[in-house]
C-alpha cells in the first residue's frame, strides 16, 4: 500500500434533537445528502450521518479537500441546515485537519464555537482512497 499526507479537513457536528422532534429532524436528512451529491463532488471526500441514538443525538461525518470546501459546503446546505436547526441544537462541532487550514476556518466558523483538533504534521492516508 501506498501513502500520502493527510490534508483532509474533517468537520463533526453532533445534533440533539428537541424533544417530540425526531420525525422532523431525520426528513431533513435525505435533503442535506442529495445537495452534496448533486454540488460537491469536487470538494466533498466522504459525507453521511449517523443515528440517532437512544438519546436522540445524531453525528454527521464531513470531509472536505480543503477549508474552502467545507466553506462551500456551508453555503450549499444553507437551507437544510437552518431546516435542521428548527428542530436540533448543534451541541458539540469539532473541526480537524492541517493547521494552516483550520486558520482559515476560525472566523467563518466562530458563531458555532468549534473545537479545533490541528493535524499533527507526518499524518498520512492510504492513496487507495
Known sequence: MTWRDDNIITLVPKFKIHEGKKEEYMKVLPKFLEKVKANEQDTCV?????????????????????????????????AELKAALENADIIELNVQGPPAELEKLKEPLAAFNPTYYPLVEGSFRSTKN
Not at 51 to 77: F, M, Q, W
Open 46 to 78: 466522504f459525507y453521511g450521518f449517523v443515528g440517532p441514538t437512544e438519546d436522540d443525538l445524531v453525528i454527521c461525518r464531513e470531509g472536505y479537500n480543503s477549508a474552502d470546501g467545507l466553506l462551500k459546503h456551508l453555503a450549499n446546505v444553507d
